[in-house]
Each structure stands twice: as C-alpha cells, then as structure tokens.
C-alpha cells in the first residue's frame, strides 16, 4: 500500500526557511518522479515543483531561486527546502506520485507564512 506522510511546515516568518520532508513508503520510489505540490485557501492546487529519479528538477516560475526539491532514495524521502519564503507561499503542502497512472497524495502540512 502506498503511503505518502508529509511533516515539517509550520509558522514562519516572512523571510524564513522551512524544510519539507515526504516519507513515502509501500514499495521503491527511486524511479519516481516525485512532486510537490500547495493549495492555498480559496485556490486551486499547483505545481510546485518536481524531481526525476536521476535527480533533474523542475520548479514553478514563483519559487524558483528561493525553494529546492531533493531525494533521498535509500530513505524514499523528498524533500523541499523553502527560503526566502513570503506570505504568498502560505498553503497546504503535499507530496505526490504518480504509479502505473494512478496518483498518490499525502495528506498534506500546513505552511503559515506571516508578514
């Protein structure tokens, strides 16, 4: 059964860092794409950013310069370190994976960002 747990948001403020863990366990994810994705209250869920299973990454044109996604495959963890960050950036944070064109999500962790 696949299992994606998020943890590490919290409140911050404008300025600070966060870094973002995904667990996700249930099977090898180390041919996944991996993908962070946010919702902020009243908005529809985006990308936020992307990681290969060779480590290429990708990164919404918002964060870019400011968050960075990375991979631990011996722990199946992804992570997202987030600096920099803005009011803006407040949202629920998830963590996805798509197999055999099935999407997975975690439950997601809240990230407060005040000015």
């Known amino acids: 059964q696949v299992q994606l747990v998020e943890s590490g948001g919290g409140l911050v403020q404008a300025g600070g860092s966060l870094r973002l863990s995904c667990a996700a366990s249930?099977?090898?994810?180390?041919?996944?794409?991996m993908y962070w994705y946010r919702q902020a209250p009243g908005e529809q869920r985006e990308s936020v950013a992307a990681?290969?299973?060779?480590?290429?990454?990708v990164y919404a044109d918002s964060v870019k310069g400011r968050f960075t996604i990375s991979r631990d495959n011996a722990k199946n963890t992804v992570y997202l370190q987030m600096n920099s960050l803005k009011p803006e950036d407040t949202a629920i944070y998830y963590c996805?994976?798509?197999?055999?064109?099935?999407?997975?999500w975690g439950q997601g962790t809240q990230v407060t960002v005040s000015s």
């Open positions: 996805r994976v798509v197999i055999n064109n099935q999407p997975y």
């Open positions: 249930g099977r090898d994810f180390s041919r996944n794409f």
């Open positions: 990681i290969s299973s060779g480590g290429s990454t």
